[in-house]
T-cell receptor, first 114, second 116 residues
């Protein structure tokens, strides 16, 4: 079974631009969560989608948004990029969304904001 | 509120030594799940183990073993006879039901370096 895939793997943007990251979950998984990983803040939860609905959201500004499609693929968007948005963005999928399922992570998208 | 503490920031051992990674958690929920993940230099988080709050049975899987103690809110992870390939950042994580569905709270990670 193919794992979680994320595209692109690397991105370089400049301040003020916007970016869209994509995540394809493991086949059959309906829940997709996004995390931001930085050296200073560690792994922080961004949001979680289940059946095209955002069920949970972390403490991030409104510049961070996401969506999930009917095939469970998910995208996250960051508008008006800031230097502090440079991070590894990890996507995780799980079968259900009960909070009890194991999350399986993709390789991440490394975003650099100049 | 959930919290996961990994007090050990970095650990360095010589190959074949045993090493234990500590994890202490906080949660108000009676039903919760604990995880260990490994993050090699490539960046991808690799799932290692999951335990639910009702299962305190400790387990050994090959060179890995886990010690879950609810009384001390600890979920420690031991690698026996460490190898260079074990070098990675190890994360302990906590999740529960309800409003935290789909969200895991991670510790800050422990960087393990195994020297040949």
């Amino acid at each position: 079974k193919a794992g979680v895939t994320q595209t692109p793997r690397y991105l370089i943007k400049t301040r003020g631009q916007q970016v869209t990251l994509s995540c394809s979950p493991i086949s059959g998984h309906r829940s997709v969560s996004w995390y931001q990983q930085t050296p200073g803040q560690g792994l922080q939860f961004l949001f979680e989608y289940f059946s095209e609905t955002q069920r949970n959201k972390g403490n991030f500004p409104g510049r961070f948004s996401g969506r999930q499609f009917s095939n469970s693929r998910s995208e996250m968007n960051v508008s008006t990029l800031e230097l502090g948005d440079s991070a590894l963005y990890l996507c995780a999928s799980s079968l259900l969304a009960s909070g009890t399922d194991t999350q399986y992570f993709g390789p991440g998208t490394r975003l650099t904001v100049l | 509120a959930q919290k996961v503490t990994q007090a050990q920031t970095e650990i360095s051992v010589v190959e074949k030594e045993d090493v234990t990674l500590d994890c202490v958690y906080e949660t108000r929920d009676t039903t919760y799940y604990l995880f260990w993940y490994k993050q090699p230099p490539s960046g991808e988080l690799v799932f290692l183990i999951r335990r639910n709050s009702f299962d305190e049975q400790n387990e050994i899987s090959g060179r890995y073993s886990w010690n879950f103690q609810k009384s001390t809110s600890s979920f420690n992870f031991t690698i026996t006879a460490s190898q260079v390939v074990d070098s990675a950042v190890y994360f302990c994580a906590l999740s529960d039901r309800g409003t935290n569905a789909g969200k895991s709270t991670f510790g800050d990670g422990t960087t393990l370096t195994v020297k040949p």
